[in-house]
């Protein structure tokens, strides 16, 4: 069964520090996806990783992803309060559905 | 920008009851899912849909659930006899072909009381 896990669960930060969410994942996969999901709301594409060594940056946030360690990372540099909401991570394995991560929680403070 | 549209936005029901919800989703997408996801958890797969039938369920899509693409654009979750552990956010997604360009609705969220 494939398994999700980010880490932190909640991550606390300031404006304008740079932090790193990670997504670990259990079986082979080169599909990996990033979601934003504000309170109450969908889910928000903001990148698809469909190779090793893939790397999409999209304004203060950047992800990347390794399948050789079955890890991808969304970084965030210089953290604005707009980019508070639930990051997720999602893989797909051998069939077509996303099997999402637990999230992360991201609050960013004045 | 092309959406997929999920009806009602929010619907409470008593348990027991039988409850369909909607989703439309874009126009040239073949391939069809639900998922849910129980307030302040992760999204949860619940089935795919692909050429007029089911091509995966998870545990969770058991008897009391079924999907149907009754007239070429809606896709229906229906949820027989509704508990109060399915009280959730539930949500559509589509794509014309996986693994590129998943698009998820607004949701809909279901309250059994």
């Known amino acids: 069964e494939l398994k999700v896990e980010q880490n932190p669960l909640f991550l606390s930060m300031q404006e304008g520090k740079n932090y790193t969410i990670y997504c670990n994942y259990s079986?082979?996969?080169?599909?990996l996806y990033w979601y934003r999901q504000d309170p109450g709301k969908s889910l928000e594409s903001l990148f698809v990783l469909l190779s090793n060594g893939a790397v999409k940056q999209e304004g203060r946030l950047m992800a990347s992803l390794d399948t050789k360690a079955r890890l991808s990372t969304l970084h965030i540099t210089a953290a604005v309060h707009d980019l508070s909401a639930t990051y997720f991570c999602a893989v797909t394995g051998t069939a077509s559905k996303l099997t999402f991560g637990t999230g992360t929680r991201l609050q960013v403070t004045l | 920008e092309p959406e997929v549209t999920q009806t009602p936005s929010h619907q409470v029901t008593q348990m027991g009851q039988e409850v369909i919800l909607r989703c439309v989703p874009i126009s040239n997408h073949l391939y069809f899912y639900w998922y849910r996801q129980i307030l302040g958890q992760k999204v949860e797969f619940l089935v795919s849909?692909?050429?007029?039938?089911?091509?995966?369920k998870s545990e969770i899509f058991d008897d009391q659930f079924s999907v149907e693409r009754p007239d070429g654009s809606n896709f229906t979750l229906k949820i027989r006899s509704t508990k109060l552990e399915d009280s959730a956010m539930y949500f559509c997604a589509s794509t014309p072909r996986p693994p590129y360009g998943y698009t998820f609705g607004s949701g809909t969220r279901l309250t059994v009381v």
């Open positions: 079986t082979t996969s080169d599909r």
């Open positions: 849909f692909y050429n007029n039938e089911i091509s995966e």
